[in-house]
């Protein structure tokens, strides 16, 4: 089993918008995003339960980012609207087995991709 694979990030204004995605190997009981900011712990940002479609998503974000999946694909998104500067973050993609980081919280058995860099400037 193998790591997910994030691409997206990069330089965006405050208020623009980005679109992360990360690439699986198979579906997962879960998938979802974290991301770290510089001398920050990681945070929850959203997760997709891959069977049904069900989402969901850290208060900070809610109706600004829009967590999908292609099935045929194996690929979640992070669609990412009306960004701001506090939105500065490493974004890391979480598959999970046991679909505890639905509700935020991981387990020894959540695999990590590298992350990618998402830098919006005021």
């Known amino acids: 089993q193998v790591q997910p694979v994030e691409s997206g990030g990069g330089l965006v204004q405050a208020g623009g918008s980005l679109r992360l995605s990360c690439a699986t190997s198979?579906?997962?009981?879960?998938v979802g995003w974290f991301r770290q900011a510089p001398g920050k712990e990681r945070e929850f940002v959203a997760a997709?339960?891959?069977?049904?479609?069900?989402?969901y998503y850290a208060d900070s974000v809610k109706g600004r980012f829009t967590i999908s999946r292609d099935n045929a694909k194996n690929t979640v998104y992070l669609q990412m609207n009306s960004l701001k500067p506090e939105d500065t973050a490493g974004y890391i993609c979480?598959?999970?087995?046991?679909?505890?980081?639905?509700?935020?919280?991981?387990?020894?058995?959540?695999?990590w991709g590298q992350g990618t860099e998402v830098t919006v400037s005021s």
């Open positions: 979480a598959t999970d087995p046991r679909g505890t980081i639905l509700d935020g919280t991981t387990n020894p058995d959540v695999r």
């Open positions: 198979v579906s997962w009981t879960a």
């Open positions: 997709i339960r891959w069977s049904v479609g069900r989402t």
